[in-house]
C-alpha cells in the first residue's frame, strides 16, 4: 500500500519514533563534527530515485531541506518552486498536476496554499505524497522537526530519547494560533503524546473552532478555563487557558457528552506545574489574513521576557521565518533552538523519505492507524464545505471532486469536511431514491448511506429539487415540518 503524509495523524506513535530513531542513525553516522544537528556528506541508499518538489508557495527551508535530503540520501530532485511558471496558471487542477508528476518522480513533495490540497494529491498518485503545508491546514513534516527537537532537549535533560518524554511537558504555544499550519499539526502531536498545551495568541488569532473540536473529539483534549486553572496551580499561569489530554497517551480517549473530569494524577500535575519546557513562537501570517481582518497585537519574545523564574528551563522554538515576534537578542540566549529545529529538517525528512520508500524496510507497519474511526459520507448533492479556503470549494478542483465528509457526531449529526476539517452541522437530511426531505435529521441513521443526502438547511434542500417528507405518525418530527411556499 502507497503510503503518504497528509496529516500528522498519518503516522502513528511508534512510525514517528521509528523516524526519529533512523534520524539519530543519519547525525551519528554523518554528523558534522562541532555540530551534533547537521549532516554532512552522501550516500547511497536512494540512489535509484527521484523526488519532486511541487511548491505553488514561497519555501526556504521546507524545500530545500527536503531537497538537501535527499541528495544526501544518494537520490535526485525535480522541482518545481515558482507556481507561476507551472501548469497551474493555465488552471490546470491538483489532480492532473500530480498524476503527471508522479510518471517523473517516486515520491511528491506538495505545498499548496487550498486546505486539503495535499489529500487530494494523495487520492490521485500512485507514488506517496508529503504535505509540505497545505493552506492553513496543516504542515506534518514541520511537526516532526519540532518534535524532534523537543524530543533532543529533553535528553540533555536526562530523558531518554523517546517521544515518551513529552508526556507532561509544558508548553506554550504563542502568536498567530489561527492561521498558522505549523501550530495546528503541531497541537495535535502535543495533544497525542499528552503534553499540556498553554495556546497564547495574539488578541484575534485564537485557535479556529474545527481545531478546538478536533482535539476534543480526537483526542480528548479539553480546555480548562484561567479560573480552573488557578484553583489547581501555585503559581497562577501566564494564559486563560490550558489544554490537558487524558491520562493514557497512547490511547485516543472517546469523547462524551459529560465534561471532563480531571483525575486526581492531572491535578496534582497541574499543581506542580511551576515551569514552562518550550515556548513555541510563530510570525502573524499575514498573507492569509481575511479582507479587513487586521491584527495590532502580536506578542514578542525577548531575553527580558524570558527573566521570569518559570522561563528559566524553557526551550525556544520557531519554525521560521521570524519577523518581529522573535527578537533576536535570543540567538546567544542557550535556550533560542530555533537553528537547530530548522538544521534537524534534514535528518528528519531523510528518515521519512527512506521509511516512504522503503529504504529500510519495516519501519512503516501496515497495522492500521489507532486514530479515531468515524463513518463518512460522500455525495454528489447537497452539503458543501463552507471554508472558502478548502480544495472542495475552488472553481478548478469541483470540475472532478466531490465533497466528503466525516459523521464525528452521529447524534445530533456534525460532519467534518475530510479535507480540510471543518465541521458543519446538517438541518436537512432527504433519500436520493425518493427525493423527499425532512428537518428531522436525526433521523439520518434510518436511511441507506449511500442514500442520504445531508442539506446545509431547508432552503438548499428544497433548490435542488427535493420535496418536503409527509408527515406520518411514525415519524413525530415530521409533524412540525411547514410545506415550502
Ligand atoms: C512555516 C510555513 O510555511 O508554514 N515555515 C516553514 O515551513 N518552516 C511557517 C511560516 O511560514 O510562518
Known amino acids: ?201 495574539a488578541p484575534g488569532c485564537e485557535f479556529p473552532e474545527h481545531v478546538q473540536q478536533r482535539l476534543a473529539r480526537d483526542y480528548g483534549c479539553y480546555p480548562l478555563s484561567r479560573k ?79 527573566k521570569e523564574k518559570k522561563y528559566r528551563q524553557a526551550q525556544v522554538l520557531h519554525p521560521l521565518p521570524r519577523v518581529d515576534e522573535l527578537s533576536y537578542d535570543l540567538d546567544q540566549d542557550q535556550r533560542g533552538v530555533y537553528f537547530k529545529q530548522a538544521s534537524y529538517g534534514v535528518p528528519v525528512r531523510m528518515a521519512l523519505v527512506a521509511a516512504l520508500l522503503e529504504l529500510q524496510p519495516g519501519m512503516f507497519s501496515a497495522e492500521p492507524l489507532h486514530r479515531r474511526q468515524y463513518v463518512s459520507y460522500r455525495q454528489r448533492e447537497g452539503l458543501i464545505c463552507s471554508n472558502p479556503r478548502c480544495v472542495t470549494c475552488q472553481e478548478t478542483e469541483r470540475r472532478y471532486l466531490l465533497p466528503k465528509f466525516l459523521i464525528v457526531d452521529e447524534n445530533v449529526p456534525i460532519l467534518r469536511c475530510a479535507y480540510c476539517d471543518h465541521e458543519h452541522q446538517p438541518r436537512a437530511v432527504g433519500r436520493l431514491s425518493t427525493r423527499k426531505f425532512t428537518t428531522a435529521v436525526d433521523q439520518w441513521k434510518q436511511i441507506h448511506l449511500q442514500d442520504i443526502v445531508f442539506f446545509r438547511d431547508e432552503q438548499q434542500a428544497i433548490e435542488s429539487g427535493f420535496q418536503p417528507k409527509r408527515p406520518s405518525r411514525s415519524a413525530p418530527h415530521d409533524a412540525a415540518l411547514k410545506s415550502p411556499q
Open 228 to 306: 480552573d486553572v488557578d484553583s489547581l496551580a501555585e503559581d497562577a499561569l501566564p494564559a486563560d487557558v490550558l489544554y490537558v489530554t487524558p491520562d493514557q497517551p497512547h490511547q485516543l480517549a472517546l469523547i462524551s457528552n459529560v465534561w471532563f473530569q480531571l483525575s486526581e494524577k492531572q491535578q496534582a500535575s497541574i499543581r506542580s506545574m511551576k515551569n514552562i519546557d518550550a515556548f513555541y513562537s510563530t510570525r502573524l501570517q499575514r498573507e492569509r489574513l481575511g479582507a479587513g481582518e487586521q491584527v495590532t497585537e502580536y506578542p514578542v519574545i525577548d531575553s527580558q521576557f524570558l
Open 1 to 201: 500500500m502507497t503510503r503518504s503524509v497528509v496529516s500528522i495523524d498519518d503516522l502513528s506513535n511508534s512510525e514517528i519514533e521509528a523516524v526519529f530513531r533512523l534520524a539519530d542513525q543519519y547525525l551519528s553516522e554523518m554528523g558534522t563534527p562541532g555540530k551534533p544537528f547537521r549532516v554532512s556528506g552522501r550516500r547511497g541508499d536512494a540512489e535509484q530515485y527521484i523526488l519532486a518538489t511541487i511548491f505553488f508557495e514561497p519555501s526556504t527551508r521546507t524545500r530545500l531541506s527536503f531537497e538537501s535530503a535527499m541528495l544526501r540520501l544518494g537520490g535526485e530532485i525535480i522541482s518545481s518552486a515558482d507556481p507561476n511558471s507551472s501548469s497551474a496558471v493555465k488552471g490546470e487542477t491538483v489532480a492532473d498536476t500530480v498524476r503527471v508528476v508522479e510518471n517523473y518522480a517516486d515520491l511528491l513533495v506538495i505545498r499548496h496554499p487550498y486546505e486539503g490540497a495535499a489529500k487530494v494529491a494523495s487520492e490521485y498518485a500512485s507514488v506517496p505524497v508529503i504535505n509540505a503545508g497545505d493552506g492553513s491546514h496543516e504542515h506534518p513534516t514541520q511537526t516532526l522537526c519540532d518534535l524532534y527537537t523537543l524530543r533532543a532537549a529533553q535528553s540533555q535533560k536526562g530523558a531518554a530519547p523517546s517521544i515518551d518524554s513529552l508526556r507532561d511537558m509544558n508548553v506554550v504555544l504563542w502568536g498567530d494560533l489561527h492561521h498558522g499550519r505549523t501550530v495546528h499539526s503541531l497541537v495535535y502531536a502535543l495533544a497525542r503524546f499528552g503534553a499540556r498545551i498553554i495556546p497564547l495568541a
